[in-house]
């Protein structure tokens, strides 16, 4: 069942304090968003792309621990914020969320299940130009719609492991059709 949460904190959680000193270590060092960066590179080299659109991508990023894990960033422009976005954009938006998540879908013919979150600037009156608006996807199947992957053991505590590389991953979901499967 769909659900969404909006979550405010006084302090930064442990991942987005992580992608924040790495975003402003990069900007810092190029003058230049990361992710930003990340998503030219991806355009250019096309391996972990699962849809893409004029303002926004889908990929399978190369460090994604969860077999299927996505992310939606946008494309060509400098974002902090949801709340930054053009109405395009935000039109732009929908249609790569529909597209991409019907792929999930159709990956194993059942409805996917997963967990989707948004990740931008903190609103903290702090300069925050190294930050770029992104959404990270975290489907918990494995191979099939009956093989779920667990965080457990090793991959809690030290590594985590994944079944298949992130380009064939996306290149799976990336030849799916768009057209949500028939129940």
């Known amino acids: 069942h769909p659900h969404g949460q909006i979550w405010a904190s006084s302090a930064m959680p442990t991942l ?5 000193s790495n975003q402003k270590t990069y900007f810092e060092k190029h003058n230049s968003p990361m992710l930003l960066d990340y998503a ?10 699962i849809a893409s659109n004029e303002d926004w991508l889908a990929v399978v990023p190369y460090w994604a621990t969860w077999p299927y894990e996505g ?13 930054d976005l053009s109405a ?8 790569i969320l529909k597209r991409t998540l019907t792929k999930f879908d159709n990956l194993f013919e059942v409805s996917f299940p997963y967990s989707m979150g948004w990740h931008g ?3 903290n ?12 996807i975290f489907p918990p199947l494995l191979r099939s719609a009956t093989v779920k992957k667990f ?3 090793y991959e809690m505590m030290a590594e985590s492991q994944r079944d298949i590389t992130a ?3 996306a290149e799976q979901l990336a030849s799916l059709s768009e057209v949500h499967y028939k129940q």
């Open 16 to 20: 987005v304090s992580k992608e924040d």
């Open 40 to 49: 030219k590179r991806e355009l250019d080299t096309e391996q972990r792309i």
């Open 71 to 83: 992310m939606i960033l946008p494309a060509k422009r400098h974002i902090q914020r949801i709340t």
């Open 88 to 95: 395009a954009e935000q039109a732009n938006l929908s249609d």
């Open 121 to 123: 600037a903190p609103f």
């Open 125 to 136: 009156g702090e300069d925050n130009s190294h930050w770029q608006l992104h959404a990270h």
């Open 151 to 153: 965080m457990v053991g």
């Open 167 to 169: 380009e064939r991953a």
